[in-house]
């Protein structure tokens, strides 16, 4: 079992979550505040730390970049536990260097899966580093993690509060973009059992939620289709060597990860219900992408940018097409193919799309590999 430091000034929270991982065999310390907590952990290198952000002394913020400078400490996966009230704490977290977050107030199972996803992953790197998995690779993945947390960091001081970004005047040709289209199967048969104000309250959360996701890792450009997303994943300026295509893929899985806490939602607030589940699909294109401005001055009707191209249609055709083969989330192999190794992935298939003459090379995303 591991060796888990705790950080929580709520002697109630602090006392839930050390019971709970002692009861799974876990040593546990804990500490009321960040600065005697970041002591425990330089004098006991523990296997994870688990920290609140609010704390007297010393925030879980600045303990957790106290932890990352240190190399003796800086690969242990951290966890933060912040209010729903604090949304904006999780983008930064995961710009300074969080591994996970989780969401007060939150259940046992909620805190038992958090913990074994961080304890597993430094299993898989263990073992990947034993094998001798070419050094040079396995760098390269390392520095661009690295590098993606700063700009995310820079990113997000300066476009918190702003409005997306609607580019240069006219169309804008993007090459080689990441087109994302994620989108609700079972929406329909939701409508049919909610009112509308119920239906309301749910299409608030979920484009909050997915605007906060493609938002933090750095989209062009996003777009509501109906009850769908479209968002445009290219090289910027500001994000120099980090793959627009790894941005995209850790987009997607935030917004499955973001639907199965809407799923928490319903059932929490709809109990006996009998809702239809709710869960997203996500595909992953890339190619050519032109953002034509669309202007109507005889109405007096504000511009918007569409995304138009082969690779926005192919995109959305292919999320439809996956639904087929039971995949959360399905990326083109030409998508795939400047993250290999960064990624893990699972099924792959020849997929029909309706008016191509040849079929999409797709497979299965499942996660990150580091």
């Not at 993007?174 to 309250?201: G, W």
């Not at 639904?323 to 099924?347: C, D, F, K, M, Q």
């Given at each position: 079992?591991?060796?888990?430091?705790?950080?929580?000034?709520?002697a109630g929270t602090r006392m839930l979550v050390a019971s709970v991982?002692?009861?799974?065999?876990?040593?546990?310390?804990?500490?009321?505040?960040?600065?005697?907590?970041?002591?425990?952990?330089?004098?006991?290198?523990?296997?994870?730390?688990?920290?609140?952000?609010?704390?007297?002394?010393?925030?879980?913020?600045?303990?957790?970049?106290?932890?990352?400078?240190?190399?003796?400490?800086?690969?242990?996966?951290?966890?933060?536990?912040?209010?729903?009230?604090?949304?904006?704490?999780?983008?930064?977290?995961?710009?300074?260097?969080?591994?996970?977050?989780?969401?007060?107030?939150f259940r046992a199972a909620e805190l038992r899966e958090a913990v074994?996803?961080?304890?597993?992953?430094?299993?898989?790197?263990?073992?990947?580093?034993?094998?001798?998995?070419?050094?040079?690779?396995?760098?390269?993945?390392?520095?661009?993690?690295?590098?993606?947390?700063?700009?995310?960091?820079?990113?997000?001081?300066?476009?918190?509060?702003?409005?997306?970004?609607?580019?240069?005047?006219?169309?804008?040709?993007?090459?080689?973009?990441?087109?994302?289209?994620?989108?609700?199967?079972?929406?329909?048969?939701?409508?049919?059992?909610?009112?509308?104000?119920?239906?309301?309250?749910?299409?608030?959360?979920?484009?909050?939620?997915?605007?906060?996701?493609?938002?933090?890792?750095?989209?062009?450009?996003?777009?509501?289709?109906?009850?769908?997303?479209?968002?445009?994943?290219?090289?910027?300026?500001?994000?120099?060597?980090?793959?627009?295509?790894?941005?995209?893929?850790?987009?997607?899985?935030?917004?499955?990860?973001?639907?199965?806490?809407?799923?928490?939602?319903?059932?929490?607030?709809?109990?006996?219900?009998?809702?239809?589940?709710?869960?997203?699909?996500?595909?992953?294109?890339?190619?050519?992408?032109?953002?034509?401005?669309?202007?109507?001055?005889?109405?007096?009707?504000?511009?918007?940018?569409?995304?138009?191209?082969?690779?926005?249609?192919?995109?959305?055709?292919?999320?439809?097409?996956?639904?087929?083969?039971?995949?959360?989330?399905?990326?083109?192999?030409?998508?795939?193919?400047?993250?290999?190794?960064?990624?893990?992935?699972?099924?792959?298939?020849?997929?029909?799309?309706?008016?191509?003459?040849?079929?999409?090379?797709?497979?299965?995303?499942?996660?990150?590999?580091?």
């Amino acid at each position: 079992m591991a060796l888990i430091v705790v950080m929580e000034d709520d002697a109630g929270t602090r006392m839930l979550v050390a019971s709970v991982l002692r009861k799974d065999g876990h040593e546990v310390l804990t500490a009321e505040d960040g600065q005697t907590g970041l002591e425990l952990v330089i004098a006991n290198r523990p296997n994870l730390i688990i920290s609140d952000v609010q704390m007297p002394r010393m925030n879980g913020f600045d303990m957790l970049a106290a932890v990352r400078k240190d190399p003796v400490t800086a690969a242990t996966p951290v966890i933060l536990l912040t209010s729903l009230q604090e949304r904006a704490h999780m983008r930064i977290g995961m710009t300074t260097g969080a591994d996970d977050y989780i969401t007060k107030p939150f259940r046992a199972a909620e805190l038992r899966e958090a913990v074994s996803a961080q304890l597993n992953k430094r299993s898989v790197q263990a073992t990947l580093q034993a094998m001798a998995v070419d050094a040079a690779v396995q760098q390269a993945l390392v520095d661009q993690k690295h590098e993606l947390a700063r700009l995310y960091e820079e990113r997000l001081a300066a476009e918190l509060s702003e409005r997306w970004p609607t580019g240069s005047e006219g169309d804008e040709q993007i090459h080689n973009a990441t087109v994302l289209f994620v989108d609700i199967p079972n929406y329909a048969a939701l409508a049919q059992r909610l009112d509308a104000q119920e239906l309301a309250d749910l299409v608030r959360k979920l484009y909050g939620n997915a605007n906060d996701t493609v938002h933090l890792f750095g989209a062009r450009h996003m777009r509501f289709v109906g009850e769908g997303l479209l968002a445009i994943f290219a090289e910027h300026s500001d994000t120099k060597t980090v793959s627009h295509s790894l941005r995209a893929a850790r987009a997607a899985l935030g917004l499955v990860d973001s639907s199965r806490g809407l799923q928490e939602y319903l059932d929490k607030r709809f109990p006996g219900r009998g809702l239809a589940k709710f869960e997203v699909n996500v595909a992953l294109h890339s190619g050519d992408v032109a953002l034509t401005l669309l202007q109507d001055p005889l109405h007096g009707t504000a511009s918007q940018l569409l995304p138009v191209g082969d690779a926005v249609s192919a995109t959305i055709q292919l999320q439809k097409a996956a639904r087929t083969h039971g995949w959360h989330i399905v990326i083109s192999a030409s998508a795939l193919r400047p993250i290999t190794g960064a990624v893990v992935t699972g099924g792959r298939a020849l997929v029909n799309l309706p008016g191509r003459a040849a079929p999409i090379d797709a497979v299965e995303l499942l996660g990150l590999a580091i």
